[in-house]
């Protein structure tokens, strides 16, 4: 499974709009890419999925550049609530699932 | 309709004692997948269930075992706790369904355990 880079932490504040990049340079032809948000003590959730182009739903907005070797999530105007690790994965799921997941990006937005 | 659960909360061992964990996936959900995170650590796949048989299995030992049941429910086993099993266990279910294009998991809360 391809191995995936992001930052360890970032910072932000109330009412910014908020990109995490991540690199995945190993990227497979099948592998889609995944995001999940996971708060202390919470299992994670997931946020968003995509392949290429750009997906947007309800919470985040995914950018997927067409060599997809990296991907960006967008959060427009994070709130204090937001604060939680994200993580980039990336993987062929269609038969099982295996979820392989890194360190993640600690997020925290101040008010 | 009720999301994945998982008990107990906490559980406290001390070392070489053996602990069982237990999930019930999401409504509608056929499969099981076991992580384990350490403090500070991305969950580690530990190994996924479906239709009563362990399809995948992570870099784990085998004092780590489980079973899946007919209401799709499963149970995690650990015998002879380690220090180094002290860790949240997070069970997430999902929709087996081969073919598909994505297959988004749904976790539980998590257990947490301590091993003295």
């Known amino acids: 499974l391809a191995k995936t880079t992001q930052p360890i932490s970032m910072d932000s504040y109330e009412g910014q709009e908020v990109n995490i990049t991540c690199s995945h340079n190993n990227i497979a032809t099948n592998d889609y890419i995944t995001w999940y948000q996971q708060f202390p003590s919470q299992g994670p959730r997931f946020i968003i999925q995509?392949?290429?182009t750009k997906v947007t739903n309800e919470v985040a907005s995914l950018f997927i550049p067409a060599d997809r070797k990296s991907s960006t999530l967008s959060l427009p105007r994070v709130s204090l609530s937001d604060t939680a690790v994200y993580y980039c994965l990336v993987g062929d799921y269609s038969n099982t699932g295996k979820l392989i997941f890194g360190q993640g990006t600690t997020l925290q937005v101040k008010p | 309709d009720a999301g994945v659960t998982q008990s107990p909360t906490h559980l406290i061992k001390t070392r070489g004692q053996q602990v069982t964990l237990r999930c019930s996936p999401k409504s509608g959900h056929d499969t099981v997948s076991w992580y384990q995170q350490a403090l500070g650590q991305g969950p580690q796949f530990i190994f996924q269930?479906?239709?009563?048989?362990?399809?995948q299995r992570g870099n784990f030992p085998d004092r780590f075992s489980g079973h899946q049941f007919p209401n799709y429910s499963s149970e995690l086993n650990v015998n002879a706790l380690l220090l180094g099993d002290s860790a949240l266990y997070l069970c997430?279910?999902?929709?087996?369904?081969?073919?598909?294009?994505?297959?988004?998991?749904?976790f539980g809360p998590g257990t947490r355990l301590t091993v003295l």
């Open positions: 269930y479906y239709e009563e048989e362990e399809r």
């Open positions: 995509g392949y290429k």
């Open positions: 997430a279910s999902s929709l087996w369904t081969s073919g598909r294009s994505y297959n988004e998991q749904f």
